[in-house]
Nanobody
Framework: QVQLVESGGGLVQAGGSLRLSCEAS????????SGWFRQAPGKEREFVAA????????KYADSVKGRFTISRYNAKNTGYLQMSSLKPEDTAVYYC??????????????????WGQGTQVTVSS
């Protein structure tokens, strides 16, 4: 089992940046693929980014490519999502999640095993 806690959300103006963190406890974080998802009011939860267990592979949703960077620091059991050039449409609750360390970075929420509580990101116009 693993417990995940997101932090770093907040209110930011369009064009600004935020760095989200996902701290894991329980089973070592390095065992898992790390993913980020988001859910805006009235919308389904959607994939944002994922990174392999050793950090050698990443995948991004088209909507965030070139603006967001996913990373991890396994020695701290922590994953990160650096968000830059934020847009109002990025406003959502952001969730970190972990998947089995298979040789693919999956994008469907139901495929991920454990989830954090979410952190609110609000981008003002």
């Amino acid at each position: 089992q693993v417990q995940l806690v997101e932090s770093g959300g907040g209110l930011v103006q369009a064009g600004g940046s935020l760095r989200l963190s996902c701290e894991a406890s329980g089973r070592t974080f390095s065992t898992y693929t790390s993913g980020w998802f988001r859910q805006a009011p009235g919308k389904e939860r959607e994939f944002v980014a994922a990174i392999s267990w050793n950090g050698d592979s990443t995948k991004y949703a088209d909507s965030v490519k070139g603006r967001f960077t996913i990373s991890r620091y396994n020695a701290k059991n922590t994953g990160y999502l650096q968000m830059s050039s934020l847009k109002p449409e990025d406003t959502a609750v952001y969730y970190c999640a972990v998947d089995k360390p298979i040789l693919v970075l999956r994008t469907t929420p139901g495929e991920y095993d454990y989830w954090g509580q979410g952190t609110q990101v609000t981008v003002s116009s």
